[in-house]
């Protein structure tokens, strides 16, 4: 092999992806890249700012040459050390890495796709008292470039408490009918009736509750400057109203109760009110969400899927 001039004595190396080869097969492929790339990074909320996280990230690029070889992985890997560490990860630093890889895999590639997938904390207060403390949601930022431009979708978990409509009645029933057999003669004291009310013996029932997970993947507006992950985050919790808590006083797993009694929901329940908070929301371009509810009575799960019904946009897929 040749050897080039100069003080390195650097040589010229082989470059397999580049040149064709008579024997190997050829067609073009899907997409090709790397993933499990961890990387630091911050990424920029529309409230909040800028926020540090620690990535994981899928980076690919189409192989629409069926006679290459292969691509250039090393390039897509230097050019997101060189985007993310000079830029937070937003829409258009997005774009501009997805359009750098298309630039150095000119004649290779037509599509490039990123994905960036962590845990995001949030300080989150206590329902009654001083308390707060850190809730970690897992989100995921995907987007894609192509010829009909930038794609950009965005997901997150959201865990809260689901406590079921039915056995709440069937658990009424039961205290109505311990009412009925403590208090037959039919004199009731109202003291009397109070204090049998805070016994176990008078409330001999519970109803089932468990915690659940509203899992939301919703397609940004083209016009995003920063990603709405708090904004999309709040109305998740808003709308089903018994987010999971942190640090807890009794005052406030008290009012967590109450919430769970204001609140019964069976899955459907839950997928309704996600639907009827996120529809009028113009930032959602489109919205796929499933609700699983994880069963206390049975062994397995209850869930529920819907999409905001666009016009060739997500499909209601498991």
Known sequence: MKRESGADNTKAMPDVASNSMVDHIGGTLDWVGMSEIHLPARVSDTRVGERPVSTSIQAYVNLANPDAKGIHMSRLYLMLEETFGDHSVSPASIEQLLGNFLETHEGLSTRGFVQFDFEYSMRRPALKSSYAGWKSYTVSIKASLGE??????????????????????????LIQEKFREDFQSGKVDVDEVFEWLGTEEGIRATPHSQRSIAQVRVLLDKAAESFPITALIDSIEDALKTPVQTAVKR????????????????????????????????????????????????????????????????????
């Open 148 to 173: 009909e431009g930038l794609c950009t979708e965005m997901y997150v978990e959201v865990p809260y408490s689901s406590t079921c409509p039915c056995s709440a009645a069937l658990a009424r029933q």
């Open 251 to 318: 005052i406030d797993e008290q009012e967590f109760a109450l919430l769970n009694g204001q609140n019964l929901m069976f899955c459907e329940d839950a997928a309704r009110r996600l639907k009827h908070a996120l529809d009028p929301q113009p930032c959602y371009r489109d919205f796929w969400l499933r609700v699983n509810h994880l069963e206390s009575l049975h062994a397995h799960n209850a869930v529920a899927i819907v999409t905001k019904e666009v016009e060739g946009g997500y499909l209601p897929i498991p």
